[in-house]
Structure formats: structure tokens, C-alpha cells
């Protein structure tokens, strides 16, 4: 391999890792709605930002058997949550994920979860050049009354991209 072959080849490795760099996706505030037995679903709610765009399509957690993107609505003068297939996350905009709007739904809960448990999170991030990221998330749970800025310290947690 010559010379110009070899600064060619590292070129493209320094782009490939500035554009993953780049990629990134920030997630903070997460939390999880704490739930006692006999309930078997909750929500999770944080904030995420996309540094260039494009869609939250996924979500897992081992708390729940079934991990839901769902989003709550006005249907009239009633309120309906529903499942959606993605979640779109402007270019460096924060998407809210907030009790009565859109939100992580955690249905068939394995174990009751109680405040101050750690829920680990997995985020599918589709980006805007339908590359791929996962976002490993720990939020924390919080009691049924508490909301996000309620009374309490929030604690913000940054994913880590893989």
C-alpha cells in the first residue's frame, strides 16, 4: 500500500468517526412512574435530542415484557393513548416524553417497581441518514405523585451510544 493509498484509507476512517461522533443522541430527566403490584404497566418519560435528526423507533427494557412508543391525545373531549410506530426528533431540538403526551408505555411488568429503582432503558434511534443508534439509558423511578419538576432533585443522565 503507497503512501497516498494509506492517507486516503485514514481520511475516510477520521470522517467515519467524526460523522458517529457527530450522530449522537442525548437523552436526560429520565424517569420511570413507579407501579405496585397488581399493576403491570407504566410509563417512562426524559427528554431526548438528536444532534442531527430523525426518529426514536424503538424501545426495550428487561423490567417489562412489552415496551411501547405511545402517544396521548385529545379525540374529541376524550383523551386517548395509542401506540405509535415512531417518534420524530428534529435536529437538535429536545422531543419531551411527559405524562398526558408522548412516552415510553412499559406493559406487562415483570417485578412491582419502587422509588428510587434504577430501569434500564434501550433506545432505537433511526437517524436522518438511516444509520442506526442504540442508547443505553438508567431511569430513575419515581413515586406515583411526583412528576418531573416536582418537589425533589432531577437528576439528568446522558446515554451512551453504541
Known amino acids: 500500500m503507497n503512501l497516498m493509498t494509506r492517507l486516503s484509507a485514514a481520511a475516510v476512517m477520521c470522517g ?16 420511570v412512574r413507579a407501579a405496585q ?5 407504566t410509563g417512562a418519560f426524559m427528554q431526548i435530542t438528536s444532534a442531527q435528526g430523525g426518529k426514536l423507533v424503538a424501545a426495550s427494557s428487561p423490567v417489562a415484557n412489552i415496551v411501547e ?10 383523551m ?28 406487562d411488568l415483570k417485578q412491582p417497581l419502587k422509588a428510587g429503582d434504577a430501569v434500564p ?21 419515581k413515586a406515583m405523585g411526583m412528576a418531573a419538576g416536582a418537589s425533589g432533585p432531577q437528576h439528568g443522565h446522558h446515554g451512551m451510544k453504541h
Not at 17 to 29: F, I, N
Not at 81 to 103: C, E, F, T
Not at 124 to 141: H, L, R
Open 121 to 141: 432503558l434501550t433506545l432505537s434511534i433511526e437517524g436522518a441518514d438511516k444509520k442506526k443508534e442504540t442508547v443505553n439509558v438508567q431511569a430513575t423511578v
Open 16 to 31: 467515519v468517526l467524526a460523522t458517529s461522533a457527530w450522530a449522537q443522541t442525548t437523552v436526560s430527566e429520565p424517569w
Open 69 to 78: 412508543i405511545h402517544e396521548m391525545k385529545m379525540d374529541g373531549d376524550v
Open 80 to 107: 386517548r393513548m395509542a401506540p405509535i410506530a415512531s417518534l420524530d426528533l428534529p435536529a437538535g431540538k429536545a422531543v419531551a416524553l411527559r405524562p398526558g403526551s408522548y412516552h415510553i408505555m412499559l406493559i
Open 37 to 41: 403490584a397488581p399493576q403491570k404497566a
